[in-house]
T-cell receptor, first 112, second 115 residues
Framework: AQSVAQPEDQVNVAEGNPLTVKCTYSVSGNPYLFWYVQYPNRGLQFLLKYITGDNLVKGSYGFEAEFNKSQTSFHLKKPSALVSDSALYFCAVSEVTDKLIFGTGTRLQVFP | DGGITQSPKYLFRKEGQNVTLSCEQN?????MYWYRQDPGQGLRLIYYSQIVNDFQKGDIAEGYSVSREKKESFPLTVTSAQKNPTAFYLC??????????????FGDGTRLSIL
């Protein structure tokens, strides 16, 4: 069965520093991987996806993610964090159907 | 602008009452989904529909019902059988259920509380 794990409930980072939000997955075949962001009392917004090809995927708002097949990971990264990046981040995986399996979310706090 | 509209934004339910959450999309998407979001649990799939007049149960369908009479609309009814309905409900859509690599688009949610 497909599954996604986000091992950190919260990540704290100072503004201007690089940030990483971790995600690992488990699928039996080739994964389709996604990152979404959620601001308070809003729906999820799509950030980026990995389907195939380059292991480094670039997305919205300066975010990128690195796919690592051997470690079954898809960590979200940004070179320089902004206070406005503070939000809840979800990793998701899709395999044989269009159903997405979501992680439990990681709250990112960026301090000025 | 194309998007997904959920209404109402806040909803209160009395004991023994059924309530219906609205979800409308003008993206011309075939597939639509309902999720429940609870703190610390991520999103859990309630029901999904791949095409008009067809829908399937997700992981937590008990106490909920849906209909898909029009492509644009996928209302969710929270019945009195759902004993713990307090949650944030999110509706989403995607282009085509056969295209697994397309992202889902989300509405801004309905927050349901018990009176």
């Amino acid at each position: 069965a497909q599954s996604v794990a986000q091992p950190e409930d919260q990540v704290n980072v100072a503004e201007g520093n690089p940030l990483t939000v971790k995600c690992t997955y488990s699928v039996s075949g080739n994964p389709y991987l996604f990152w979404y962001v959620q601001y308070p009392n809003r729906g999820l917004q799509f950030l980026l996806k990995y389907i195939t090809g380059d292991n480094l995927v670039k997305g919205s708002y300066g975010f990128e993610a690195e796919f690592n097949k051997s470690q079954t990971s898809f960590h979200l990264k940004k070179p320089s964090a902004l206070v406005s990046d503070s939000a809840l981040y979800f990793c998701a995986v899709s395999e044989v159907t269009d159903k997405l399996i979501f992680g439990t979310g990681t709250r990112l706090q960026v301090f000025p | 602008d194309g998007g997904i509209t959920q209404s109402p934004k806040y909803l209160f339910r009395k004991e023994g009452q059924n309530v219906t959450l609205s979800c409308e999309q003008n993206l011309n998407h075939d597939a639509m989904y309902w999720y429940r979001q609870d703190p610390g649990q991520g999103l859990r799939l309630i029901y999904y529909s791949q095409i008009v007049n067809d829908f399937q149960k997700g992981d937590i369908a008990e106490g909920y019902s849906v209909s898909r009479e029009k492509k644009e609309s996928f209302p969710l009814t929270v019945t009195s059988a759902q004993k713990n309905p307090t949650a944030f409900y999110l509706c989403a859509s995607s282009i085509d259920h056969r295209t697994q690599n397309q992202p889902q688009h989300f509405g801004d949610g309905t927050r349901l509380s018990i009176l």
